[in-house]
């Protein structure tokens, strides 16, 4: 789909240049942080989070026991009372349920771990479905926010460790509301408490190792092996399926998972992180760690045997003398305010555009969802009229340019019947008739492509709205008049034509008492129907505020066109 979209901007940029021409209108790896704060030290004893998860396989680490590695350190305290003790830990897992009227997420006894998160609010689209069951975020046999332990250069999952919850269900419903899990073997133990919010995604983290003494120890988190699928265009789905990264310095990176092989591990550079993000088309599972602090220390992925999936996992610093670890989990969908709200440039998730115009798309397009959520929510407007009252508004912002550019083709069509003497009399030094004509638009103080640069100002909304309907929530699922789903195609193909229509009366109108050779004037009749075939598999909304500031063009064009023919010689203008 981007590359229709890049073909069709072609296109309009090759018919703008040429109506104003033929007629006168590998980084290495960062470890992660030691337990003091700093780098860690590259001894035989300690390794990096990021050197253990490369190390390790799925099976060695399955293999782990906690109770092993904590034997490993020899100034453990109780390391062999910990041995005696593991069997035991060991037991059958039961489900917790932590539900609130967004959410119901299931936790696994089992490793403390997120093993189901249903959104109740949202309904999956995928297999053809509109308004069956709810969204889930975790895959079959996956899991989110499990924890493994990186320790004296052992890393140990801890899977297979039942821990004891709090409770077995958890109703959130009037503030907030807390989950703890806790384990212990021998003296040692892991505890993890998750604080729930009833009107957010958002999930406070703590959690710590006791009974070691003064040891720093490193804690990996895990983001599972990538969203479920919830969307009606499973390409488009998987082809968003990415692990996000934002580095202590603002740098955003993202990391495709269908470009992994099965096996392939691949840290991710750029460490320390403030966040670490697992995403899909709308979905997010992140782990976000406190502005202050060492960050996360490594972010890891490993490829699997599923097409559009890898392993995550991002490691966490304790350092040594440390009460323990905290972060903020978000598992839900990429709801622009609430995203921003968790802070650290979480909201900038989405890449938005291509890496090399995304200095531009994403700052650009983080305003255009602004403010049209900012209209449906003041104006208590349905998206779809405040994608037309957005296309309107725009065509009227733009509207002084686009005179400005008219004026300047009139000025341009003055000039002709000089240009063309030029034209006889230079005809066989190009670069003399070059010259002569520049010097013409400077004494009369027109310039060459002032009727064609305000031609384009209108692409970069275009360009960035396509990439706002790519990911943003707000329009998924949204029906507007016979349309289903405004961030999907029409599926009557209605908007398109109309789309077509207007772009084809706008062109008739523009090009009335202009002097066009028949080329041309071919082409700005076929380009329309082209436009609709490429428009017909995009977004049904941006189709609508492309037709909508397409008519709200045709009364200025209209006014242009009749100035443009009173400003031509009698004997010169076209009888239509």
Same mark, same amino acid.
């Given at each position: 789909m981007e590359r229709r979209l890049l073909l069709a901007i072609a296109l309009m940029v090759g018919v703008?240049?040429?109506?104003?021409?033929?007629?006168?209108?590998?980084?290495?790896?960062?470890?992660?942080?030691?337990?003091?704060?700093? *780098?860690?030290?590259?001894?035989?004893?300690?390794?990096?989070?990021?050197?253990?998860?490369?190390?390790?396989?799925?099976?060695?680490? +399955?293999?782990?026991?906690?109770? +092993?590695?904590?034997?490993?350190?020899?100034?453990?305290? #109780?390391?062999?009372?910990?041995?005696?003790?593991?069997?035991?830990?060991?037991?059958?897992?039961?489900?917790?349920?932590?539900?609130?009227?967004?959410?119901?997420?299931?936790?696994?006894?089992?490793? #403390?771990?997120?093993?189901?998160?249903?959104?109740?609010?949202?309904?999956?689209?995928?297999?053809?479905?509109?308004?069956g069951r709810n969204v889930e975020l975790v895959r079959p046999d996956d899991s989110i926010l499990a924890y493994a332990l990186t320790l004296r250069g052992d890393t140990v999952s801890l899977g297979s460790i039942a821990f004891t919850a709090s409770t077995s269900t958890l109703e959130v419903r009037d503030g907030p509301a807390e989950l703890r899990f806790e384990a212990a073997v021998?003296?040692?133990?892991?505890?993890?408490?998750?604080? $729930?919010?009833?009107?957010?995604?958002?999930?406070?983290?703590?959690?710590?190792?006791?009974?070691?003494?003064?040891?720093?120890?490193?804690?990996?988190? !895990?983001?599972?092996?990538?969203?479920?699928?919830?969307?009606?265009?499973?390409?488009?789905?998987?082809?968003?399926?990415?692990?996000?990264?934002?580095?202590?310095?603002?740098?955003?990176?993202?990391?495709?998972?269908?470009?992994?092989?099965?096996?392939?591990?691949?840290?991710?550079?750029?460490?320390? $992180?403030?966040? +670490?993000?697992?995403?899909?088309?709308?979905?997010?599972?992140?782990?976000?760690?406190?502005?202050?602090?060492?960050?996360?220390?490594?972010?890891?992925?490993? !490829?699997?045997?599923?097409?559009?999936?890898?392993?995550? *996992?991002?490691?966490?610093?304790?350092?040594?003398?440390?009460?323990? $670890?905290?972060?903020?989990?978000?598992?839900?969908?990429?709801?622009?305010?609430?995203?921003?709200?968790?802070? *650290?440039?979480?909201?900038?998730?989405?890449?938005?555009?291509?890496?090399?115009?995304?200095?531009?798309?994403?700052? $650009?397009?983080?305003?255009?969802?602004?403010?049209?959520?900012?209209?449906?929510?003041?104006?208590?407007l349905a998206y779809g009229w405040v994608l037309i009252l957005f296309g309107v508004a725009s065509r009227i912002i733009l509207s002084p340019l686009f005179?400005?550019?008219?004026?300047? *083709?009139?000025?341009?069509?003055?000039?002709?019947?000089?240009?063309?003497?030029?034209?006889?009399?230079?005809?066989?030094?190009?670069?003399r008739l070059q010259q002569e004509q520049m010097k013409l638009f400077r004494e009369h103080g027109v310039n060459p492509l002032g009727g064609c640069l305000p031609m384009f100002l209108p692409l970069p909304i275009l360009i960035t709205l396509f990439f706002v309907f790519q990911n943003t929530i707000e329009f998924r699922g949204v029906p507007f008049l016979w349309l289903p789903d405004l961030s999907l195609r029409d599926p009557l193909f209605v908007v398109p034509v109309l789309m077509g229509g207007s772009m084809l009366l706008l062109n008739w109108i523009t090009q009335r008492g202009m002097q066009t050779n028949a080329q041309m004037k071919m082409i700005s009749y076929v380009l329309p129907v082209v436009f609709t075939f490429f428009f017909a598999n995009f977004a049904a909304g941006l189709n609508l505020y492309y037709t909508a500031s397409n008519i709200m063009s045709l009364p200025q064009q209209m006014y242009l066109s009749r100035e443009r023919r009173k400003a031509q010689p009698p004997s010169s203008r076209k009888k239509e």
């Open positions: 703008m240049i040429l109506s104003n021409v033929f007629f006168p209108p590998t980084e290495r790896p960062v470890a992660p942080a030691s337990a003091d704060g700093g *780098q860690a030290p590259e001894t035989p004893e300690t390794a990096t989070a990021a050197d253990e998860l490369t190390r390790l396989t799925a099976e060695e680490r +399955a293999a782990q026991d906690v109770a +092993a590695v904590l034997a490993e350190a020899e100034e453990t305290p #109780a390391a062999e009372d910990v041995t005696e003790e593991t069997a035991a830990a060991v037991r059958e897992s039961s489900i917790v349920t932590v539900r609130s009227e967004l959410y119901e997420f299931r936790f696994d006894t089992r490793g #403390a771990r997120l093993v189901g998160a249903t959104m109740l609010a949202h309904r999956n689209f995928a297999e053809g479905g509109h308004g021998g003296e040692v133990t892991f505890d993890v408490s998750y604080r $729930f919010h009833p009107d957010d995604y958002r999930i406070d983290v703590s959690g710590g190792l006791r009974g070691l003494g003064e040891v720093g120890h490193v804690v990996l988190v !895990g983001l599972g092996r990538g969203i479920e699928r919830n969307e009606a265009v499973p390409r488009e789905d998987r082809a968003a399926m990415s692990l996000v990264t934002r580095s202590r310095s603002g740098q955003i990176a993202a990391e495709r998972l269908d470009r992994l092989d099965e096996g392939e591990t691949r840290p991710v550079s750029g460490s320390p $992180f403030s966040w +670490a993000a697992s995403k899909s088309k709308y979905w997010l599972a992140a782990v976000v760690v406190p502005p202050e602090g060492p960050g996360i220390g490594g972010v890891m992925l490993r !490829g699997v045997l599923e097409e559009d999936a890898a392993e995550m *996992q991002a490691a966490l610093p304790v350092p040594a003398g440390s009460a323990g $670890f905290e972060y903020a989990a978000y598992i839900g969908p990429q709801d622009f305010a609430r995203l921003q709200a968790v802070g *650290q440039e979480l909201h900038n998730v989405n890449p938005v555009g291509w890496r090399w115009l995304r200095w531009f798309t994403r700052p $650009f397009g983080n305003l255009i969802v602004a403010i049209l959520i900012w209209m449906h929510e003041s104006f208590a005179h400005i550019s008219g004026r300047a *083709q009139m000025k341009q069509m003055a000039l002709q019947p000089e240009i063309k003497k030029l034209q006889e009399r230079y005809k066989g030094d190009p670069q």
